[in-house]
């Protein structure tokens, strides 16, 4: 799909906006707001109809607009994806019930007993344990990386590598890939690359545009937008996509029309959205990076981030997340220390998501990690002292002030 106007108007229009007009296809009764379509099947007019609609599939040609069964498609969900496949710049995209359904699915889909992947490590959990727990109970071996170390990630491929995985910006350091430095690594090996973009959206880097095969999100985050509803999205090439969809279909993990629906609106204001949440991200980390109570921060508009050079290079935007780590003594653990400040805070408050309007917090060693031992949180990158803060879309002003007031001794 040819882009021809901005990612803002896209969001709003949809596909509309690529062609004429006039040309438009009228939604039904002429509703100018996409119909949220709540049926689990579709009928025939009679077995010429239906003969019709498989003869068409089968070569590969589906009849615009027509369904046969639920599980395979719907107009609502097809409308949501056709506009985030427009605002990714992809040839095609799946809508799913949640980021971890788009991420399994693609993987399960791409990947056979005896294949091999490559993965960073400042990752989700649950995507980490897909790769070190989920895939080797069917034969797939996971080689982890660290974020950043290119050696290390052509180093790991072996003859059976089938793909590259890595988020990007990360969770929760918000480290950024070198996108070009991983295609052409994967050019080389003939693999294929996926991104998990959930931290970016397509306002602030479109990974398509730099060579990747697949990016993923998690639209529960700022697709969204307004911390209700859970989805996940796969966007890139066709082919592949084809692929995806024949084993969404298989594995049942569709995407609904109310979800689609939330998710369309919340779609209509992303650019908007974006903007405000990208400036508080980045006011809120020049503050903490000043603040005396606070040892360090992540955050790509700090300078001293390790990612910063490929970040200005790579982004139009860094996002409302912001990690950092409290100073500590003494008279309290890490985690203590940072758990009296976290229950400080009046605006933001204390869950485990990001990316929607209100402003969350979370602690990740007790967040997501709650099981482990302080040493083995250590080893998995994270420390007691450490805050993940999700900037909503409230006024700047108000979130510096209540930062300030939780950081009081
Ligand atoms: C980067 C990233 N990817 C994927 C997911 C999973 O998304 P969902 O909760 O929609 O399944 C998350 C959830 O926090 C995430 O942060």
Not at 82 to 95: F, H, K, P, S, Y
């Amino acid at each position: 799909m040819k882009q021809t106007v901005h990612l803002q108007t896209t969001a709003v229009h949809g596909t509309a906006v690529h062609g004429n007009i006039n040309q438009r296809v009228p939604k039904s009764s002429h509703a100018l707001v996409t119909p949220i379509m709540q049926t689990s099947t579709y009928i025939f007019a009679d077995s010429a109809d239906l003969r019709a609609y498989k003869a068409a599939q089968a070569e590969g040609k589906p009849i615009e607009g027509r369904y046969q069964y639920g599980r395979y498609g719907n107009p609502t969900i097809r409308a949501v994806e056709e506009r985030l496949t427009a605002l990714e710049g992809g040839e095609d995209g799946l809508l799913f019930p949640s980021g971890m359904a788009a991420i399994s699915t693609t993987l399960l889909s791409l990947l056979s007993s005896g294949d091999h992947i490559v993965h960073t490590d400042d990752s989700y959990g649950k995507t980490r344990e897909i790769c070190a727990v989920f895939l080797p109970r069917f034969g797939v071996e996971a080689t982890m990386v660290p974020m950043g170390d290119y050696e290390a990630m052509e180093a790991a491929v072996r003859p059976n590598t089938r793909l590259i995985l890595s988020e990007s910006p990360t969770n929760p350091y918000i480290r950024v890939i070198d996108m070009e430095r991983v295609v052409a690594i994967a050019k080389k090996h003939e693999l294929l690359t996926v991104i998990d973009s959930t931290f970016a959206t397509p306002i602030n880097q479109r990974p398509l545009s730099f060579g990747i095969d697949l990016v993923i999100h998690s639209a529960t985050k700022y697709l969204g937008g307004h911390n209700d509803l859970l989805a996940g999205a796969v966007i890139g090439d066709g082919e592949l996509i084809a692929l995806i969809k024949d084993h969404r279909g298989m594995l049942g993990s569709i995407s609904d029309p109310n979800s689609a629906y939330l998710l369309e609106r919340g779609l209509k204001t992303l650019g908007l959205r974006v903007q405000q949440h990208n400036k508080n991200g980045a006011e809120i980390a020049r503050y903490l990076d000043q603040h005396p109570r606070i040892e360090s921060v992540w955050h790509p508009s700090l300078p001293s981030h390790p990612d910063y050079t490929i970040a200005q290079a790579q982004m139009d935007g860094f996002g409302g997340v912001v990690s950092f780590e409290v100073k500590v003594d003494d008279s309290a653990t890490p985690e203590a220390v940072a758990s009296s400040i976290m229950d400080k805070f009046r605006i933001a408050q204390n869950s485990p998501s990001l990316g929607g309007t209100e402003t969350l917090l979370m602690q990740p060693s007790i967040a997501v990690y709650y099981a482990l031992t302080p040493a083995e949180c250590a080893a998995m990158g994270v420390k007691g002292n450490l805050i993940r803060y999700a900037a909503g879309v409230e006024e700047t002003a108000d979130l510096l002030a209540d930062l300030e007031q939780a950081l009081e001794k």
